[in-house]
């Protein structure tokens, strides 16, 4: 099982932004998929972003043209930079593998308030 540990997380402001790192085990040639879900309280752990091993991006709706993935194969690491952060991304923001087997990270507080 891939072993990932993420970091970035914080409290901004509206408009504000952040970026989380998301560090694998192995290397993401050997990861199908690497990306990013969100859970607010309440709520069910949803889709935010993911790359593939072949670099495609898909991203939810609602954060199209504020969020971008990317990765640094090098560093066996995916990045998500948040910008025009609003209160709604208030989330822990879990990443994920799968390879096929799916793995999760610890998840990292994102809290956007004035």
């Known amino acids: 099982q891939v072993q990932l540990v993420e970091s970035g997380g914080g409290s901004v402001q509206p408009g504000g932004s952040l970026r989380l790192s998301c560090a694998a085990s192995e290397s993401l040639f050997s990861i199908n998929y690497m990306g990013w879900y969100r859970q607010a309280p309440g709520k069910e752990r949803d889709l935010v972003a993911r790359?593939?091993?072949?670099?495609?991006?898909v991203y939810a709706d609602s954060v199209k043209g504020r969020f971008t993935i990317s990765r640094d194969i090098a560093k066996n690491t995916v990045y998500l930079q948040m910008n025009s952060l609003k209160p709604e991304d208030t989330a822990v923001y879990y990443c994920?593998?799968?390879?096929?087997?799916?793995?999760w990270g610890q998840g990292t507080q994102v809290t956007v308030s004035s």
């Open positions: 790359i593939s091993i072949g670099g495609s991006t």
């Open positions: 994920y593998s799968s390879n096929p087997v799916v793995s």
